[in-house]
């Protein structure tokens, strides 16, 4: 259903398994079809094979190089095209007086992607690549265009260099440049430890935005930037640059602010003997901010953060602070402004069976009190965990109560403290598992408004897997029950919410799989003049791998969604149909 | 008993954590970090490239991860006082083990050729020279070669959270989380709670624009449509926007690692969730919830928060926002949230009638209200920072109005509300509103 769109992704520059990699692993036995995972006999543990000690581990195991999205394989084909066609063909009916609130698109239509990777060796050092995605469809839903170039890249490496051109991943580090851009990205190993990136281009989403203006894209905004890694023994340390900057006289540009800054950050990592991790980034940036009408402001803000976890005997603890000042913009990388954090959590195995652990979170904005008000955030925690009591190896047990405070400052004070209390309990009895769960969240605020109001929220879940008819077939159901209880704040009123889904999956010996789900959400409102409504929907899918398809696949989904409201005029129907295909073309030595 | 119940929860997180500090061995020294001093430690553990030194359960591995069809696991045991004498590996769980060479400084390395599909039950571990040995459970886990490459992976932890999200399966969601998430985890765990509390019926359809990696790294762009009910009201909103979220691969497969705005999971706070603004998306309606639970949409701006932090005067800012949908002659007060009948609410009111209703232009009305006024030049209501103080009586005849007016309103109790009129020409007949309810005429 809608995950299978998912399918529709483009192409990334991982390779994926060639023809023949793919009929190497189908050759699965009736014991893997049936769901129980093979496991190897004990003597296969013969397998290891010592090897001597290595003098390093920062250099790669084998002679495989690694560069960002890319992975310089020696063995790999030397000349190869594949093409994968995805295609889906959808239809969508929609009936009932308030059919305009459904969010389906009326109507039949298709997307198709049209994927292609081809590689060539040049000379006798260097590989090249060359990945595209080119899309066409007739839903809007899907794509703004009708035709459109979704991925578009060529790569030339050899073991020193990487060079891309078109769509790169650009990750320098957190605070600094973390984003897709559109233009070059060179990376260059200066020894076994250390390389040198550059990048420069543009954060354009769409090709199509980099030729001709569109009325809805956003403004043309521009980077370039520098990072030298280097890795040691117990340690990593990065060095970025960062330059980006908007394009002021951007014809699409109305009443936004444009950004012109420069943005260096340092990131690193250590590793002590005893196994723990600390990491932090430091970044600093300065930016200047044009508004509309000509005006520029200077801006300067810094963030940072550390970062440990490590274990003490059987206490594993894992923390983390932060600091954002409100002025930290950043174009490549991302963040929240105006922050101070800190966090830690413990979790202490009291034996092998019992656990507890305790996490405490508190952060705050108003940093540099420009604001007349202050919000702090508090969030203590404490749990208890049990695994295998009463003998019981699969059941586990879980508790933990959790406290959210939220005290605004300023003229008219407000806090707002809700404190839940979870608990759920799981085990399995043979091929069927089990799962209760109960939450609570009691809320109260006091202030301006004061109120009070107590949420509950039940679920069971049953999941299980069966081996029918001599092992031919494995089926997998899945239910699930859920009742939720909400109090209105304002009004006090109860809003009672009781769902029910049951998911079942028919795997067959063959590449052949059919699904059935059904959910039935039945809620009464008790707010005065509030609908109550009822949702009911039901789908069924077929999966198929046929051999005609050399490694394709194929997808049929039907679907059925009724809304029904206590105001009738207000019901809808929906109907749909999917039909989905993967077909791969390969060419090559 | 809140203020008795917070302090002694405090109390008891410092006396849990000191009890975990004071447990430890005497011979423990707190100014060195780490365990047992006696106790050897495996301080790297590497398949091939990829750490697994913190998987808990399965490590999975695509073909692009082999070489040759080798695994190759090199790592580091080490030990603070004495020295390690043996490092032993299995693939049967522990049921037969074999010696691995290592070096002076604890550095050892072996291989293997995993069968795709088959599951190995992995466990390591080191003995000093004292006869000490590592704790063989902090490193035991499944490994798999499984048929998918990365991108499939990546592709598949993406569905199965939108999956958890769909079911409204904290717990589940949240154990897709990283541990390095970028923004706050503790906030979207709270978002995750009101999420499902504030609306269900979630669905979402994405529809990718692009993948790319690197290194373990995966950043999905994509366009989606969405559909959630409001659970306060019933209503049905929808929005449709550009958004990213980027995976890492993390112990047993790849978890969420970062979120940008417009958001599709923890929409209760965006500002503490999200890290970053997809640029395509600024400007348009997305989904928003305030912590009454009114589920509306708003434009997103530059910024990740859902109102913007700037310069902040006046009382704060208390504004509910919803939809309403009316059938003719019927009415809604603002004020106490209720649809009334037959037309006027009690007080006066304020008639909307519709074009081309002619001689009975009264259709719907809002009552308890005491002034009223056309706005003119703006597109949404969010792009109404405030209204004018002194408002005209409202016409008792009736405003002849258009899908897409806006109107500014004074109530019964003093404080200002701008409603919208979102669609009509035949019942039922919806208006959009924001209620600011500190009794300024600012809707900042």
Known sequence: MTPNLLRLGVFSATISWTLAGVAQVSDTSATELAGEEPTVAPTRSSLIVPLAPPDTLTAPATG????????????????????????????????????????????????????????SPVGEHWNTEFNAVVRYTDSRRHDPATT????????????????????????????SLNRGIKGVGYQRVLDASSHV???????????????????????????????????????RLGLNLVNAQDDDSDPVRTTEDTYRQTLPAVDWEYRTLAGWRLGGEHAHARTRRQAA?????????????????????????????????????????????????TYLRGDYSLTDRWGVFAATDSYRNNLDDRLDTTTRTRIPELG??????????????????????EESDGPQPQQFVSDRIYASVSDRFEQVAVRGEMEALLNEREGTTENRNDDFLYRFTVDSRHSILGGRYDLRPYLSLERQELEDPTTGATVRTDGVRFDAQLLTRGDLSYGFSFEDRATDNGNPGADDTRLQRLALNVDSRPAFLHGGTFRAEVGDADYDFSDDDRDYRERYLRLMLDFPFGFGS | MRHITRPLQHLSLMLFLLGCFA???????????????????????????????RVERTLQFTADDIDNGKVIVRGRAEVRQGAIGRVEASLDDGLTWTEVPFSDRGLFAFEFRPEPERVYRFRIRALSTTGQASNETDHAFEFKVVRQDARALARAAFEELLARYMARDRAGFMALVSRDFSGNESALDSALSNDFRFFDSIRIRPTIQRVA????????????????????????????????VTLIREGEGYKLHELAAPLIFGVSDPGDVATFVTDESVGTEVLTVDRDGNVSTQEQGRTTQAEVVEEDRGPPSNISEGSVTLANNQGYSLITRTKVAPINAPGPSFTFGAEGYGATPMVFSV?????????????????????????????????VWSVGDIYALQLLDGTYAIVRLASGGGSPWSFQYRHQRNGTASFR
């Open chain 2, 213 to 244: 990696a690197a290194d373990d790294r995966w950043t999905i762009y994509f366009a989606f449509d969405r559909q959630v009910r409001s659970v306060r009201t019933g209503q049905l909103l929808q929005d449709r926007a550009y958004t990213t």
């Open chain 1, 197 to 235: 990136q550059v990048v420069a281009g543009a954060f354009d989403p769409r090709w199509d935005y980099l030729f001709g203006t569109k009325a809805d894209e956003p403004i043309d905004r521009q980077v370039i930037g520098l990072r030298v890694q280097t890795v040691g023994e117990r340690y």
């Open chain 2, 367 to 399: 009552g308890d209200v005491i002034g009223a006024q056309k706005l003119t030049g703006f597109a949404s209501l969010t792009a109404v920072t405030s209204v004018p103080e002194v408002l005209a009586e409202p016409s008792l005849s009736g405003d």
């Open chain 1, 64 to 119: 495989e190089m690694v560069f960002g999205d890319f992975r310089f394989e020696e063995d790999r084909a030397a000349r190869s095209l594949d093409v994968m066609l995805r295609s889906m063909f959808e239809s969508h009916r929609v009936s009932g007086p308030g059919r305009a609130a459904s969010f389906l698109e009326p109507g039949n239509h298709w997307l198709t992607d049209v994927e292609v990777n081809a590689r």
């Open chain 2, 23 to 53: 447990g430890q061995p005497a011979t423990a020294q707190w100014w060195q970090f780490g365990a047992d001093v006696t106790e050897p430690e495996f301080t790297d553990l590497l398949f091939n490239q990829v750490s697994a030194l």
């Open chain 1, 148 to 175: 459109s170039v979704q991925y578009l890249q060529f790569i030339a490496q050899d073991e020193q260099n990487h060079l891309t051109l078109g769509d790169y991943y650009a990750t320098f580090s957190q605070y």
């Open chain 1, 384 to 405: 208890l965990t049990a695994r295998g009591l009463f003998d019981r190896r699969s059941l586990y047990l879980s508790a933990s109560y959790r406290q959210r405070t």
């Open chain 1, 293 to 341: 009408a000509g005006s520029e402001t200077d801006l300067a803000g810094s963030a940072h953060r550390l970062n440990f976890d490590g274990g003490l005997g059987e206490l594993r603890l894992r923390g983390r602070a932060e600091r954002v000042s409100p002025d930290f913009f950043t174009m490549g990388g991302g963040a929240a402004i105006d922050r101070f954090r």
